[in-house]
């Protein structure tokens, strides 16, 4: 599974969150430790909005530690919002288009964890994608897909119910041809003002999410795993969907099933 980071809050230097702390992202990439795999070395990529409405987008498929240039980047850019991401693949090949974060407009999306035999049925999958949208699947991930079905889905509208109806329609598109896909995933998604979180498993076994306020940046750090251990970190509940906005912090069921039902 892959571990990411992001932020929210007065500008800052993306390196005090990617790179400098003591279990920084990067860190992470070779030494996870609340993952099944600490390895996490197929490609990176980090998503950051300054004076334009779109995310500025650097993604590679080195490993995030031996790349000069990820360095370089993080100790230059300041931005008052990004995200940050570091891949183990799972069944996909190793490639810039499948490397997180995800951009569309002013839409950006990271993904970590899994939908269960993907491989299988993603060909279904992808015709959940809207028809305006669909050139914008470069890639061949789950991560991808559930981006842009929930785009399709009305995500800009309706960020919760728009993912909760993806991962749904994504599921049972994959039980339509036999399968009984497995979702275990936590996301970090903004529209570039707010940043908005979310932790879910099929099982109850969600990958790892925590999240803090810091008074001195006057920021939010949502991260798969603490970067360091001199503040108080909260876990993010399973099943829940997060927003950050200003100094505000909302938390909401996340179900994809009973959003289906409801619908």
Not at 62 to 89: C, E, G, I
Request: aromatic share 10%.
């Amino acid at each position: 599974m892959c571990r990411w980071s992001a932020y929210l809050g007065d500008p800052i230097f993306m390196a005090d969150v990617i790179t400098s702390p003591c279990h920084s992202l990067i860190e992470q990439a070779s030494a996870a430790s609340q993952s099944i795999t600490s390895i996490n070395a197929d490609g990176f990529g980090v998503a950051w909005y300054d004076q334009r409405p779109e995310p500025g987008l650097f993604r590679d498929v080195f490993p995030a530690w031996s790349d000069a240039n990820l360095a370089s980047l993080t100790d230059q850019v300041r931005a008052p919002l990004f995200m940050a991401h570091v891949r183990a693949s799972t069944e996909t090949a190793t490639s810039r288009n499948n490397c997180h974060p995800f951009a569309s407009g002013n839409w950006s999306f990271m993904h970590n964890g899994q939908i269960g035999d993907f491989g299988q049925f993603r060909k279904s999958a992808d015709m959940c994608i809207a028809d305006a949208l669909y050139p914008e699947r470069k890639g061949a991930t789950d991560s991808e897909a559930l981006f842009l079905v929930a785009l399709s889905m009305g995500l800009a509208d309706n960020p919760r119910r728009g993912l909760e109806r993806a991962t749904a329609m994504i599921v049972e598109a994959g039980e339509a041809q036999g399968f009984d896909p497995l979702v275990r995933m936590t996301v970090a998604m903004t529209d570039g003002k707010r940043l908005i979180a979310v932790r879910y498993a099929s099982d109850n076994q969600a990958p790892s999410l925590y999240y803090r306020w810091d008074d001195r940046t006057n920021g939010w750090s949502v991260v798969s795993e603490p970067y360091d251990q001199d503040a108080e970190w909260h876990e993010v509940p399973q099943g829940s969907f997060v927003t950050f906005e200003g100094r505000n912090r909302t938390i909401l069921p996340f179900a994809p099933r009973v959003a289906v039902l409801a619908a």
